[in-house]
């Protein structure tokens, strides 16, 4: 993951269009689906580019997800800080801000689920960017929790992350309502 973060602040011009290309073709089609030679190709560059810049598909996949985490957390912390003020608004506007993020991107579901679910091995690097975003919703939550003066911060949290996931999935499924499904659910818990 650091090396993933490391490769992010040096990326040349080259580097970021290939990173650009492989996280559109990797969100929309699939990690395994999308070969090395497709990115360069639609890139513009040469797949030996491509290994300069990243080293190995890996080392891009985590890069896509190191950069997809943080641009998240920073659209999802600015989002709150429009749109709401007290700390109960900031936990319920959780759940609209997943459902405003739905909308404006072509949504095929979390993109770490989905990484998730290609990325079996233990010892793989996308694996703990992935863990370490699910754990940052769960901090986040349960900060906002604090915040909002709930009981018990931790427990609130865990359910909320629950609701917050569940429902994800659930629209990805094309489950009509599921955000503001769990929206009323998280509130009634608060």
């Known amino acids: ?67 997809r985490d943080r641009r998240w957390r920073a659209w999802l912390e600015r989002w709150i800080a429009e749109h709401a003020t007290s700390a109960r608004e900031k936990l319920l506007a959780v759940f609209d801000a997943l459902e405003a993020w739905m909308d404006r991107e072509d949504f095929r579901g979390c993109g770490f689920v989905n990484a998730l679910a290609e990325t079996p091995e233990p010892g793989n690097p996308s694996r703990a960017v ?12 349960k900060n906002l929790a604090t915040e909002a003066g709930v ?21 990805s499924a094309d489950i009509a309502g599921a955000v503001r499904q769990a929206r009323k659910t998280a509130a009634r818990l608060l």
Request: hydrophobic share 50%; with cysteine; aromatic share 8%.
């Open 1 to 67: 993951m650091e090396r993933a973060a490391e490769l992010l602040e040096r990326l040349t011009p080259a580097g970021r269009r290939v990173l650009d290309v492989a996280a559109d073709l990797f969100y929309r089609q699939g990690i395994h689906a999308v070969g090395v030679e497709a990115i360069a190709v639609e890139a513009g560059v040469t797949k030996k580019t491509l290994y300069a810049c990243f080293g190995s598909k890996d080392q891009l996949v985590t890069a896509y997800l190191v950069e």
């Open 151 to 171: 009981a018990d911060p931790a427990d609130f949290a865990d359910s909320a992350l629950l609701l917050f996931e569940g429902a994800t999935v659930a629209a």
């Open 130 to 141: 992935i863990i370490g975003q699910k754990r940052w919703m769960r901090e986040y939550l």
